[in-house]
């Protein structure tokens, strides 16, 4: 049991040190899920938002899919983007395939029904008389829209909060589209799995320990905004 | 008056439901039109098919004139304000609050700041200009809300029981600053309410509508003793609707007779028509003996007291004149005059006080 000690102290060392490698891989990560739900923030705020306002027939089906799509198996992800950008795939010309872009559309793909349905759920939880409210002041659609979205801050905070939460952690689709290749596509979590399958456990647990306090940073900005709201009551 | 708003054959349409049938309503430029009916009867719909915030189904709207198309909605809406039941006001301060409707506007900051100055000043919220709505109470917010809709200075005022969801105390405060408001700036007001006080206070004029139908329009006090029918009669209050059928006419006098009573009425009604008497409780006075001189007052009829139900300040007697006959007096009076139930009382009201209204039967109509 030695090892896991040895390996604790290793993983300590590489942080206070700032491994380079280490630092990489975190930044590549941070690089490659920001990006990723910053696209699927700017698909899935006003695709929510249409969802949760919008009046057509087939506005349940739409909902429904989004929902299901919030659970989507990073693998099947990951297979579906990997046929599309093989080299003789759909899109194999375009020569993403084991670069940041595929794990980039990969994450999106997996944030954009997490933020889409948490804006959805939220935005219908609002009072229905707001808007018309709004509207009976003068508002335009879109002025209306901004002040609703203003209204909902917090919990479409939460929104994007999650779906950053859902690929930064998620390996299968990184591995599979990105290929885990050394100082180009290797993220936290697909080089967690390299180092676990190599038995270099410190090299593992101290990229563990960074994805660990990347999800708490994430829920202290969040607990934090909470209660600067709430203490404003 | 010139008519600021018009809407003609106005039909709306909610999941599968026509929620509103109106043929012709009008709001004339500084009045205070407030419609009233029951739950359900299809008064928010109204204010929101006039405000245009639900596109009605059939028909038109004029605002000064000009038919209100799609595309001049929101330039409609930048003309008008709106006060729900609610305040709704949004997750800001109080002064962002009242600028909400400046700013949709594009109206500059030192107009906004003039504005917010003046109107918080108004309702008397000027101490709460730095403060969050959610620490609000109920009458603040909807004085916040209320000061919000009028400093965006509109050509029309939308209501929508903005009263209602308030305690006692602070509704009346409110309704009397916003009188005070009214009589000063004139401000042309549809209000929406449920409360029969309320419109009779503040109203110029008073539509009743009932399931989707605008059945009267009038000054309130026309609205509220002379029915248009039998439902509206019920709304406004009237307990007594007696059947009976006009015997005479002499001079604009008619007496109607019934199962076992006569009453005469000022009406110019053909003799032989089928008609309902109609009679507010407040009209009727209870007497004990039969009044010694010669009165006034051309009706007298004998009851039993069946009921005596205790109102606020008020009393509301039952009596059994053959037909149930409802008065409404003060406790003190029903405490002076020892009323007790199965005493024999005499009830009197005027002529003029009775209104009648032609049965189903016949060709439905009011008889001035």
Same mark, same amino acid.
């Given at each position: 049991?030695?090892?896991?000690?040895?390996?604790?102290?290793?993983?300590?060392?590489?942080?206070?040190?700032?491994?380079?490698?280490?630092?990489?891989?975190?930044?590549?990560?941070?690089?490659?899920?920001?990006?990723?739900?910053?696209?699927?923030?700017?698909?899935?705020?006003?695709?929510?938002?249409?969802?949760?306002?919008?009046?057509?027939?087939?506005?349940?089906?739409?909902?429904?899919?989004?929902?299901?799509?919030?659970?989507?198996?990073?693998?099947?992800?990951?297979?579906?983007?990997?046929?599309?950008?093989?080299?003789?795939?759909?899109?194999?010309?375009?020569?993403?395939?084991?670069?940041?872009?595929?794990?980039?559309?990969?994450?999106?793909?997996?944030?954009?029904?997490?933020?889409?349905?948490?804006?959805?759920?939220?935005?219908?939880?609002?009072?229905?008389?707001?808007?018309?409210?709004?509207?009976?002041?003068?508002?335009?659609?879109?002025?209306?829209?901004?002040?609703?979205?203003?209204?909902?801050?917090?919990?479409?905070?939460?929104?994007?909060?999650?779906?950053?939460?859902?690929?930064?952690?998620?390996?299968?689709?990184?591995?599979?589209?990105?290929?885990?290749?050394?100082?180009?596509?290797?993220?936290?979590?697909?080089?967690?799995?390299?180092?676990?399958?190599?038995?270099?456990?410190?090299?593992?647990?101290?990229?563990?320990?960074?994805?660990?306090?990347?999800?708490?940073?994430?829920?202290?900005?969040?607990?934090?905004?909470?209660?600067?709201?709430?203490?404003?009551? | 008056?010139?008519?600021?708003?018009?809407?003609?054959?106005?039909?709306?349409?909610?999941?599968?439901?026509?929620?509103?049938?109106? $043929?012709?309503?009008?709001?004339?430029?500084?009045?205070?039109?407030? %419609?009233?009916?029951?739950?359900?009867?299809?008064?928010?719909?109204?204010?929101?098919? @006039?405000?245009?915030? @639900?596109?009605?189904?059939?028909?038109?709207?004029?605002?000064?004139?000009?038919?209100?198309?799609?595309?001049?909605?929101?330039?409609?809406?930048?003309?008008?304000?709106?006060?729900?039941?609610?305040?709704?006001?949004?997750?800001?301060?109080?002064?962002?609050?009242?600028?909400?409707?400046?700013?949709?506007?594009?109206?500059?900051?030192?107009?906004?700041?003039?504005?917010?100055?003046?109107?918080?000043?108004?309702?008397?919220?000027?101490?709460?200009?730095?403060?969050?709505?959610?620490?609000?109470?109920?009458?603040?917010?909807?004085?916040?809300?209320?000061?919000?809709?009028?400093?965006?200075?509109?050509?029309?005022?939308?209501?929508?029981?903005?009263?209602?969801?308030?305690?006692?105390?602070?509704?009346?405060?409110?309704?009397?600053?916003?009188?005070?408001?009214?009589?000063?700036?004139?401000?042309?007001?549809?209000?929406?309410?449920?409360?029969?006080?309320?419109?009779?206070?503040?109203?110029?004029?008073?539509?009743?509508?009932?399931?989707?139908?605008?059945?009267?329009?009038?000054?309130?006090?026309?609205?509220?003793?002379?029915?248009?029918?039998?439902?509206?009669?019920?709304?406004?209050?009237?307990?007594?609707?007696?059947?009976?059928? %006009?015997?005479?006419?002499?001079?604009? @006098?008619?007496?109607?007779?019934?199962?076992?009573?006569?009453? $005469?009425?000022?009406?110019?009604?053909?003799?032989?028509?089928?008609?309902? %008497?109609?009679?507010?409780?407040?009209?009727?006075?209870? %007497?004990?003996?039969?009044?010694?001189?010669?009165?006034?007052?051309?009706?007298?009829?004998?009851? $039993?007291?069946?009921?005596?139900?205790?109102?606020?300040?008020?009393?509301?007697?039952?009596?059994?004149?053959?037909?149930?006959?409802?008065?409404?007096?003060?406790?003190?009076?029903?405490?002076?005059?020892?009323?007790?139930?199965?005493?024999? @009382?005499?009830?009197?009201?005027?002529?003029?006080?009775?209104?009648?209204?032609?049965?189903?039967?016949?060709?439905?109509?009011?008889?001035?």
């Amino acid at each position: 049991m030695k090892w896991i000690w040895e390996g604790i102290q290793q993983a300590f060392q590489l942080i206070v040190y700032g491994n380079p490698e280490v630092f990489q891989i975190t930044l590549l990560s941070l690089k490659i899920s920001g990006l990723a739900t910053f696209l699927s923030l700017l698909v899935g705020l006003p695709l929510g938002t249409l969802m949760a306002f919008g009046k057509f027939p087939t506005r349940k089906f739409w909902v429904s899919l989004i929902n299901t799509g919030m659970a989507l198996p990073p693998v099947v992800v990951g297979l579906t983007v990997s046929i599309f950008l093989w080299r003789s795939g759909p899109l194999g010309d375009l020569r993403w395939m084991y670069t940041p872009t595929a794990i980039i559309i990969a994450q999106f793909i997996i944030s954009v029904p997490v933020v889409t349905g948490l804006t959805t759920s939220t935005l219908q939880q609002l009072d229905p008389r707001l808007s018309y409210q709004l509207m009976g002041l003068g508002a335009s659609r879109i002025q209306s829209v901004i002040l609703l979205w203003r209204e909902a801050r917090l919990p479409l905070l939460a929104a994007l909060m999650a779906g950053f939460g859902s690929v930064i952690s998620e390996v299968g689709a990184s591995m599979m589209v990105g290929g885990n290749l050394k100082g180009e596509t290797r993220v936290l979590t697909t080089a967690i799995v390299l180092e676990n399958s190599k038995g270099n456990f410190g090299f593992a647990i101290a990229l563990s320990l960074i994805l660990l306090g990347l999800a708490y940073m994430v829920n202290l900005f969040l607990t934090i905004a909470q209660q600067r709201t709430t203490s404003s009551d | 008056m010139a008519t600021i708003l018009k809407a003609e054959k106005i039909t709306l349409v909610r999941n599968q439901k026509k929620v509103l049938s109106v $043929e012709h309503i009008s709001i004339e430029e500084g009045e205070l039109l407030a %419609v009233i009916g029951p739950n359900g009867a299809g008064k928010s719909s109204l204010l929101m098919a @006039l405000s245009t915030l @639900l596109p009605v189904t059939e028909g038109t709207i004029f605002f000064e004139g000009k038919q209100i198309r799609k595309s001049d909605r929101l330039k409609f809406r930048r003309q008008i304000s709106m006060v729900m039941q609610d305040a709704l006001l949004l997750d800001t301060t109080v002064r962002e609050n009242i600028g909400t409707g400046m700013r949709f506007r594009g109206k500059n900051e030192s107009e906004i700041k003039q504005s917010v100055k003046y109107w918080s000043d108004q309702l008397n919220i000027e101490q709460l200009l730095s403060r969050k709505s959610r620490q609000l109470s109920g009458g603040e917010s909807q004085r916040v809300s209320l000061a919000r809709a009028l400093a965006a200075d509109p050509k029309i005022l939308f209501l929508d029981e903005p009263f209602s969801a308030l305690d006692a105390p602070s509704r009346v405060r409110l309704i009397s600053d916003f009188q005070r408001l009214q009589s000063e700036n004139k401000v042309t007001t549809l209000l929406v309410t449920h409360d029969l006080d309320e419109a009779l206070l503040l109203g110029d004029r008073v539509a009743i509508i009932i399931a989707g139908r605008i059945r009267q329009i009038g000054r309130p006090d026309q609205v509220f003793t002379q029915p248009a029918d039998l439902e509206v009669a019920q709304f406004v209050g009237v307990d007594t609707i007696i059947p009976g059928v %006009v015997q005479s006419n002499t001079h604009g @006098l008619a007496v109607v007779s019934g199962d076992g009573f006569q009453v $005469e009425v000022v009406a110019e009604v053909p003799v032989g028509r089928k008609v309902f %008497v109609i009679l507010r409780p407040e009209d009727i006075t209870l %007497v004990q003996q039969i009044p010694a001189g010669k009165t006034s007052s051309r009706n007298l009829l004998k009851g $039993e007291i069946k009921e005596l139900i205790p109102q606020g300040p008020l009393m509301r007697v039952i009596l059994d004149c053959g037909f149930p006959l409802v008065a409404l007096i003060t406790r003190s009076s029903a405490i002076e005059m020892d009323l007790t139930a199965g005493m024999l @009382l005499y009830a009197s009201f005027k002529a003029s006080t009775a209104h009648l209204l032609a049965r189903k039967d016949e060709k439905e109509q009011q008889f001035a």
